[in-house]
């Protein structure tokens, strides 16, 4: 056997074996378990909200959270309700058993907020619990790197909403109004590096009759700075009209 057709075959038995260890690695690490496991527990800590995953869908680089939903609290309809999550991940760091995300792709989510009759958010508590922790971070702490701040556990490269839509449903309203901003997508880069986050946002807002939206910046994990350019498209001030109150209107024309 020449040293060129040696040297295929060995190539080709090396990828083979390689494709196996990569199976084996997959069938044992990532089962249906542990990705709930990953995901329910942290997130309902985090967010002190009932976390519902219908079922898992594993494949050979990716993972698909089916029928995901948070619950609400001030409502039958849950804060945040997604068809789909297709979590794509790398796969030598999984032969390592770690798992890092190449991107999350979050498909066709519904989020719904309610205020309610004294004004407050319902997600409120999620607020306040942004800001205790902003509040809570060390002056001048310098931001950990890729391995500490990750150490063991996930590692997420990119996050990406696909055809978005978010209601605001508004109680302190007689009768109750809901304004709606839908067709949004965003993505987020950088969450890795332990420094900044950017992010590239764009929407169409429906109370504005439509208007496009759109919002790119960057966000500082350690300090929940955010800097960002906003950008609205031209709409009708008449749209404004049913928010502005009382004697309070645009005329049309």
Excluded: C
Excluded at 71 to 90: C, E, F, N
Excluded at 180 to 185: E, G, I, L, S
Excluded at 215 to 234: D, F, Y
């Amino acid at each position: 056997m020449s040293g060129t057709r040696k040297f295929v075959v060995w190539s080709l038995a090396i990828a083979l074996l390689l494709t196996v260890a990569a199976g084996v690695a997959i069938k044992v690490y990532v089962t249906k378990e542990r990705v709930l496991a990953w995901v329910v527990p942290p997130l309902e800590e985090e967010l002190g909200r009932k976390v519902t995953i219908g079922d898992v869908a594993i494949g050979f680089t990716s993972f698909d959270l089916i029928d995901f939903s948070v619950s609400g609290t001030q409502s039958d309809k849950p804060l945040a309700s997604v068809g789909r999550v297709r979590v794509a991940w790398r796969l030598m760091p999984l032969l390592r058993a770690r798992l890092e995300v190449a991107e999350a792709t979050v498909e066709s989510p519904r989020f719904h907020i309610v205020r309610l009759p004294d004004a407050t958010l319902a997600i409120d508590d999620l607020l306040t619990k942004g800001k205790a922790k902003k509040s809570g971070k060390s002056a001048g702490r310098t931001p950990p790197s890729r391995e500490t701040q990750h150490g063991g556990g996930v590692v997420v490269e990119v996050v990406s909403i696909i055809d978005g839509a978010m209601t605001f449903e508004d109680r302190m309203e007689s009768p109750t109004k809901s304004f709606v901003v839908d067709d949004f997508d965003v993505e987020v880069t950088g969450l890795s590096s332990g420094s900044e986050a950017f992010f590239e946002l764009t929407a169409r807002l429906g109370p504005l009759g439509g208007a496009p939206l759109e919002l790119k910046g960057s966000v500082a994990p350690e300090t929940s700075e955010l800097a960002a350019n906003l950008k609205i498209g031209s709409f009708e001030l008449t749209a404004l009209n049913p928010y502005m109150g009382e004697g309070l209107f645009f005329a049309s024309g």
